[in-house]
């Protein structure tokens, strides 16, 4: 089985940073995507940014400029640095893997990181 572990979230004044990591473990071969999500209370999940095994990159509009995501794929992680945040980044984020496993691949949520910006 894999198992992804968030860590980094906190409660952080607007205009500050955090960054998150996320680390996968347990059967793995290799992994396809990365990303991190976040859901608002009241809101769906929403795509923060992803990185694919090259390392190419895709942000959400309302945080590029200001997130950046990275991987390390010896390590089998994905981290997020948050610069400038703001109060609408309250959320609770989720790290998202793609791993190839038996001929297929499957999709690995981990369990949330609580990400709060006070103004």
């Known amino acids: 089985q894999v198992q992804l572990v968030e860590s980094g979230g906190g409660l952080v004044r607007a205009g500050g940073s955090l960054r998150l990591s996320c680390a996968a473990s347990g059967s793995i071969f290799s992994i396809n995507l990365m990303g991190w999500y976040r859901q608002a209370p009241g809101k769906q999940r929403e795509l923060v940014a992803r990185?694919?095994?090259?390392?190419?990159?895709d942000y959400a509009d309302s945080v590029k400029g200001r997130f950046t995501i990275s991987r390390d794929n010896a390590k089998n992680a994905v981290y997020l640095q948050m610069n400038s945040l703001k109060p609408e980044d309250t959320a609770v984020y989720y790290c998202?893997?793609?791993?190839?496993?038996?001929?297929?691949?499957?999709?690995?949520w981990g369990q949330g990181t609580q990400v709060t910006v006070s103004s």
């Open positions: 990185i694919t095994s090259g390392s190419s990159t």
């Open positions: 998202n893997a793609h791993i190839p496993q038996d001929f297929a691949i499957y999709n690995y």
